[in-house]
Antibody, heavy 121, light 106 residues
Framework: QVQLQESGPGLVKPSETLSLTCTVSGGSISSYYWSWIRQPPGKGLEWIGYINYSGSTIYNPSLKSRVTMSVDTSKNQFSLKLNSVTAADTAVYYC???????????????WGQGTLVTVSS | DIQMTQSPSTLSASVGDRVTITCRASQSIGSWLAWYQQKPGKAPKLLIYKASSLESGVPSRFSGSGSGTEFTLTISSLQPDDFATYYCQQYNSYWTFGQGTKVEIK
């Protein structure tokens, strides 16, 4: 059974960089595509971007200028960096796996439990 | 951007009721639609993919239908465990979610 676990600081200061890591267990990070999704408190879900095992990325155009994703296959981990954060970036951040067939990406079939990141001084 | 609009935003229902949630896309997405259930403090859980395919392990009282721009999620007989928020999500072009429908106890 594939499991995903987010980790990283729960509090980030305005203008600084939010950094999170997702550790995948119960399966290999290879051959799949992996996304970050966030949910502000009491609000809906927003896709941030995806990365695959070789490091190919696609980001949400609305966040593209501030987002960087990376992958470490030796640790079965992938990471998110979001720079120049403001209070509007306060959210629960989820990592998730795409149901994948070759290079076709579909829905999200496995999710991490989520981690709350608060942007505040 | 493809916008997803769910209705209603909140739905009050009783155990045993048949419940239908609607999701409309701002442009045609074929059948590239998924439905998720989310409970407070938990990650979304996949229920339906490709508009009408039931995810393994999901009770058969959940069903999905539709194509193009209009989709529905139906719960045939609402159970106590089904009180939650439901989200539709398109994956025809990037990935965007509806705003959610909260199913609450009447």
């Amino acid at each position: 059974q594939v499991q995903l676990q987010e980790s990283g600081p729960g509090l980030v200061k305005p203008s600084e960089t939010l950094s999170l890591t997702c550790t995948v267990s119960g399966g290999s990070i290879s051959s799949y595509y992996w996304s970050w999704i966030r949910q502000p408190p009491g609000k809906g879900l927003e896709w941030i971007g995806y990365i695959n095992y070789s490091g190919s990325t696609i980001y949400n155009p609305s966040l593209k200028s501030r987002v960087t994703m990376s992958v470490d296959t030796s640790k079965n981990q992938f990471s998110l960096k979001l720079n120049s954060v403001t209070a509007a970036d306060t959210a629960v951040y989820y990592c998730a796996r795409h149901h994948t067939s070759g290079t076709y990406l579909y829905h999200f079939d496995y999710w991490g439990q989520g981690t709350l990141v608060t942007v505040s001084s | 951007d493809i916008q997803m609009t769910q209705s209603p935003s909140t739905l009050s229902a009783s155990v045993g009721d048949r419940v239908t949630i609607t999701c409309r896309a701002s442009q045609s997405i074929g059948s590239w639609l998924a439905w998720y259930q989310q409970k407070p403090g938990k990650a979304p859980k996949l229920l339906i993919y490709k508009a009408s395919s039931l995810e393994s392990g999901v009770p058969s009282r959940f069903s999905g239908s539709g194509s193009g721009t209009e989709f529905t999620l139906t719960i045939s007989s609402l159970q106590p465990d089904d009180f939650a928020t439901y989200y539709c999500q398109q994956y025809n072009s990037y990935w965007t979610f509806g705003q959610g429908t909260k199913v609450e106890i009447k």
